[in-house]
Antibody, heavy 122, light 111 residues
């Protein structure tokens, strides 16, 4: 059974870079798409972006965040990562990683991590 | 840009049936894009509840029903139970933006 686990600093200073990692266990990272989604306190879900990997990586990002986001994959560690630059208080949220089978796929995001809380504050 | 609109809240008594709507607006992707539903219990991660408009993953009770017609979709919950109290989100894909889109979420209160 595939499981996802987010990790990274819980506190980031304004203007700095938020970095999170999602570790994939119980299955391969290859052949799937891997997403980051966030949820500000008391608000709804916002898709950040994905990376797909089947021998080569393919990315896409939320247009509203595209200029600040990078998602990468490390197949040797079976994990993928999120970097969000120039953070502000508006980036304070619970960050989730999730798996799906491709853009607009029929099966939805079927595996989720438990989420990690990131607070942006000096 | 496409938007998925859900009611902010719905409520029902135990045993009753409730429905949550999800409507596409902004661009006509609803007719061709599959829609998924997620349940988020308090303090937990979202869980896939319905995929491909109408299908339940293994383990999801058959009290949950998804439907889709044109640019509208609905999640129906029958035989409402206290454990169903949660936030529910619809999700689809905007092929024009190449982006996943979530609805704003609906809070279900079991009275």
């Amino acid at each position: 059974q595939v499981q996802l686990q987010e990790s990274g600093p819980g506190l980031v200073k304004p203007s700095e870079t938020l970095s999170l990692t999602c570790s994939v266990s119980g299955g391969s990272i290859s052949g799937f798409y891997w997403n980051w989604i966030r949820q500000p306190p008391g608000k709804g879900l916002e898709w950040i972006g994905y990376i797909g990997y089947s021998g080569r990586a393919t990315n896409n990002y939320n247009p509203s965040l595209k200029s600040r986001v990078t998602i990468s994959v490390d197949t040797s560690k079976n994990q993928f990562s999120l970097r969000l630059n120039s953070v502000t208080a508006a980036d304070t949220a619970v960050y989730f990683c999730a798996r799906d089978r491709g853009p607009g796929n029929y099966y939805g995001m079927d595996v989720w991590g438990q989420g990690t809380t990131v607070t942006v504050s000096s | 840009q496409s938007v998925l609109t859900q009611p902010p809240s719905v409520s029902g008594a135990p045993g009753q049936r409730v429905t949550i709507s999800c409507t596409w607006s902004g661009s006509n992707i609803g007719a061709t894009s599959d829609l998924h539903w997620y349940q988020q219990l308090p303090g937990a991660a979202p869980k896939l509840l319905i995929y491909g408009n109408t299908n339940r993953p293994s383990g999801v009770p058959d009290r949950f029903f998804g439907s889709k017609s044109g640019t509208s979709a609905s999640l129906a919950i029958t035989g409402l139970q206290a454990e169903d109290e949660a936030d529910y989100y619809c999700q689809s894909y905007d092929s024009g933006l190449s982006a996943w889109v979530f609805g704003g979420g609906t809070k279900l209160t079991v009275l």
